[in-house]
């Protein structure tokens, strides 16, 4: 054994990672309760860094640790597999960079396997496509290298298209519909987004089509309803014009949500605001004769509780904000008008204004109680404008100022 002479010694983190593969990592089944203490000891003591040039020595501990995941990931323990899923994609943040660079094509073509396995249980596959997750990540920090940039595309660019068709499920009319592979796809797609846009420019029409069924889900679907999904879906929806990068898809994708929100509040303030009103901040939004933009998603179902369109509501404006806020390559013309009025109209319903016979106002007086939920994402955004463009509201309107 060699002699280690301190803690920042070579040596003591080859014998702690080889501790790892003998003791805590198995060949037999792993114990799940046991990756908390791995993950903490691969981080602490950064033992999968490459060693100085003169202790090579260390170097092989790091493939043997590599190995024994990718040998994991055949297992025929499921239990198994997914760990080696999970520390796969921890341990891609955690190696040096010679190391990752040699080997992150090969490990990307693995994970894609198993994603894109129809026979694997489904949180293998989630774990498998968070790892390829970290792995982007990783890459885009290494862009500046000769070949990363255009390695890593070509790997998303080949498979993106095979893993969108296990995020969707298909019924017997031939209707497609989103599955639980989806939400982590979509993950997978935000790091794509983030790190190498123009990889997806083929299927930006096809995973466009899987967010918005997350986002904006059919009234029989509860899927995409819950707080962290409708979450991805909006910010993965607001990066989808990065694949672009030009102001024609940032101002076409705003002006699409605003005109969806807009047949969102007309079915969920139905019997809650007079015609007249409506009338009014619909034609404030897009004045006569103006070509109206193609609306994300079917339009709201007749189906739909007032806790499904606000949920939508709610989710749109998450995007709105999202669109708002991220770093974008050249200027756009933010429809700020469009926004305020839009706004002005959410904010103007109070539940005061019921109209209709005694069934439809009682059906208006459910909807009056998930008013606090729109109005809060409504002054939300307003927050965000004010915030992002403060010299563009020196001229808010009257109305405006007393409907807040």
């Known amino acids: 054994m060699a002699h280690i002479l301190d803690v920042h010694d070579p040596n003591l983190r080859t014998h702690l990672i080889q501790a790892l593969l003998l003791r805590l990592l198995p060949e037999i089944p792993i114990d799940v309760q046991g990756l908390p ?3 903490d000891t691969l981080s602490r003591h950064h033992l999968l860094r490459e060693p100085p040039a003169s202790g090579q020595k260390g ?14 990931l055949d297992s025929s323990k499921v239990q198994s597999r997914w760990a080696a899923a999970v520390l796969l994609g921890l341990s891609f943040q955690e190696v040096g960079q010679a190391h990752f660079l040699e080997k992150f094509p090969s490990w990307f073509v693995r994970l894609q396997e198993l994603c894109l396995s129809g026979s694997e249980k489904a949180r293998v596959r989630a774990a498998a496509c968070a790892a390829l997750g970290d792995l982007l990540r990783r890459c885009a920090t290494l862009t500046h290298l000769a070949g990363v940039r255009r390695e890593a595309s070509n790997l998303l660019s080949k498979s993106m298209p095979q893993l969108l068709k296990t995020a969707f499920d298909s019924s017997g009319d031939g209707v497609l519909s989103p599955n639980a592979q989806a939400v982590e796809v979509v993950h997978m797609a935000i790091a794509a987004l983030t790190c190498f846009p123009s990889a997806l420019r083929q299927t930006q029409d096809k995973l466009e089509h899987l967010v918005v069924s997350l986002l904006l889900p059919p009234a029989a ?10 979450r991805s879906a ?7 014009v990065a694949i672009s990068g030009g102001t024609t898809a940032w101002s076409t994708l705003a002006q699409r949500i605003v005109f969806t929100l ?8 139905q019997n809650l605001e007079h015609p007249e009103a409506a009338a009014q901040a619909r034609a404030a939004l897009f ?14 179902s007749a189906a739909l509780v007032p806790d499904g369109l606000v949920a939508r509501i709610e989710g749109l404006f998450q995007c709105l904000g999202y669109l708002l ?7 756009v013309p933010v429809p700020i008008a469009a926004l305020m009025a839009l706004s002005t109209r959410i904010l103007a319903v109070d539940g005061s204004g019921r109209t209709g016979p005694l069934a439809a106002a009682a059906a208006g007086l459910e909807a009056a109680e998930f008013l606090p939920r729109v109005h809060s994402a409504t002054l939300q955004l307003m ?8 010299g563009h509201l020196v001229s808010i309107s009257r109305v405006d100022a007393q409907a807040i």
């Open 262 to 269: 807009q047949g969102l509040c007309d079915a969920l303030f």
């Open 234 to 240: 909006a910010k993965c929806l607001a990066l989808l």
């Open 59 to 72: 170097g092989k501990w790091i493939y043997q640790w590599f190995a024994r995941l990718i040998s994991l």
């Open 221 to 230: 679907d509860p899927c995409g309803l819950n707080l962290s999904t409708q």
């Open 383 to 390: 927050c965000t404008l004010m915030d992002t463009f403060p």
């Open 287 to 300: 004045p006569l004769g103006c070509v109206l933009p193609e609306v994300l998603g079917a339009p709201p």
């Open 325 to 331: 806020t991220q770093p974008y390559p050249v200027p």
């Open 37 to 39: 203490a791995i993950a």
